[in-house]
């Protein structure tokens, strides 16, 4: 019983243990996962939250591809080209005594709203003609009064015209018949279910499950070019974030390598001013910031014919080339490393410089793995100090700015979807570069023993 008994308390410990990790898991990752499904949906907001939706259908990703491939030739964005033609198939059920009059359009729906709503884009129905519905097949409804009815609709692109990126469709029946089935589901009912409507009938596989996305990056166009301006926000950030990384990690590791290991006049203080500036929050400092920037440094950069650094990368890498906290953890690092190490390299007639890029650097990756990640964290989500240096054109905007005009020209029409889906987008980077390094966060240093 004694032996039982312990492997019994044994199991139960583990199970409460895997219990907790489980349940911990849970209520981290819970959010996560239902953001990025809400991303997904036509209405974010609806409630209850349902995990079944549309664009989580294997069946609706297996049409979307092939409307896009019929539509356009593009299976995974879709779209409309001259000489194509798509067909859809709905099933209705047509309550007895219902007359089963259903009624086909291709609305006259501008494609985007928001920023998008500014371009003159080409409207599908001034180019695509609709034949249909035409009744395929009908049979008797099983345990209902009533018969269940396949219609067919077929879209045609007639002559020359432009690329349609989206072809809508407006399906409006009598009260009393139901939708039963689609060759592709709808993106929603309106007029309490007697019209079923799709915006798009030539998704794609992309074009339909991440809709939102898609239309992040072709809505969001500047006005002078044409181009897409979420894709230039998010190069914007790559690019600020890698020359961050860099300058983050050469000059704190250099800097990092002076405070632990050399000896030189003012070295104290200057370790204690770099953890007092490490206290002092960047609302203080901005305004003077703001003003070296404004007038150049100092009036420096008119000497280049440059009169401020403001809405510029430079004044923004300028003013963040390196911080004190990153400093701070390569100095800390560096002093764990054994003095023997150095001392060996010098004795082989090594300088300062060849000990740290030969010898310490190669034995800090950890530290600058760690390093890397928080640094490209922090620029990549930065939000306060370029929405103050950055503020004309859209252009040069980085993507947490980028985001915040989102939410300023769609919140106002509740088209919360392409928000989420923007903000979803931003996370994907961190989450990547966290899953790559993450090794860095629990490795630590390692390093041999030297023999006397």
């Known amino acids: 019983m004694g032996a039982k008994e312990a492997v019994r308390r044994r199991w139960a410990a583990l199970g409460w243990a895997y219990g907790l990790l489980l349940a911990f898991g849970v209520f981290f990752v819970a959010p996560f996962v239902m953001g990025f499904l809400a991303s997904l949906k036509t209405d974010p907001l609806e409630w209850p939250f349902r995990l079944a939706f549309s664009q989580v259908s294997p069946k609706n990703w297996a049409a979307a591809w092939r409307l896009g491939q019929a539509g356009s030739g593009d299976p995974w964005l879709g779209g409309m080209r001259p000489g194509r033609q798509v067909a859809l198939e709905v099933v209705y059920f047509v309550p007895r005594g219902v007359e089963p009059t259903l009624l086909a359009e291709i609305p006259r729906r501008k494609p985007g709203a928001g920023m998008g709503a500014v371009f003159e884009t080409p409207y599908a129905s001034d180019h695509v003609t609709l034949e249909g519905p ?36 407006d399906l409006e029946a009598p009260r009393g018949m139901v939708l039963v089935e689609a060759t592709l589901d709808p993106t929603r009912f309106e007029r309490r279910g007697r019209v079923a409507s799709w915006d798009n009938v030539t998704p794609g596989l992309l074009g339909y499950v991440f809709h939102n996305y898609v239309r992040a990056f072709r809505e969001t166009r500047s006005l002078e070019t044409g181009e897409s301006l979420f894709l230039r926000w998010t190069l914007n ?87 004190a906290s990153a400093v701070f953890i390569m100095k800390q690092f560096f002093e764990s490393i054994p003095r023997e190490v150095e001392e060996a390299a010098l004795i082989d007639g090594a300088t300062p410089l060849q000990t740290l890029f030969r010898i310490v650097l190669p034995m800090s990756t950890p530290a600058l793995g760690a390093l890397a990640i928080l640094t490209f964290q922090g620029t990549w989500n ?61 490795e630590g240093v390692n390093v041999g023993a030297v023999k006397e």
């Open 382 to 442: 930065e939000f306060f100090w370029p929405f103050i240096v950055l503020t004309s054109p859209r252009e040069i905007y980085t993507l947490p700015i980028g985001l915040l005009s989102f939410r300023n020209a769609y919140g106002q029409v509740g088209d919360w979807g392409l928000i989420l889906a923007g903000g979803f987008f931003s996370m994907i980077p961190v989450l990547i570069l966290f899953a790559v390094f993450q090794r860095y966060f629990v």
């Open 134 to 169: 035409i009744p395929l097949e009908r049979r008797p409804a099983h345990q209902e009064e009533g018969e269940i009815i396949r219609y067919r609709l077929v879209l045609r692109y007639q002559g020359e015209g432009p690329f349609l990126e989206r072809v809508p469709l």
């Open 237 to 323: 950030s790559f690019f600020l974030a890698f020359v961050k990384v860099v300058t983050t990690l050469v000059f704190a590791s250099m800097a990092g390598y002076a405070l632990a290991r050399l000896r030189f006049p003012g070295r104290q203080a200057l370790f204690l001013f770099m953890l007092f500036s490490m206290m002092v929050p960047g609302q203080v400092t901005f305004i003077s910031n703001y003003l070296v920037l404004r007038d150049g440094i100092f009036g420096l950069s008119k000497l280049f014919g440059v009169e401020t650094l403001l809405n510029t990368y430079t004044g923004l890498i300028l003013s963040g080339l390196v911080g």
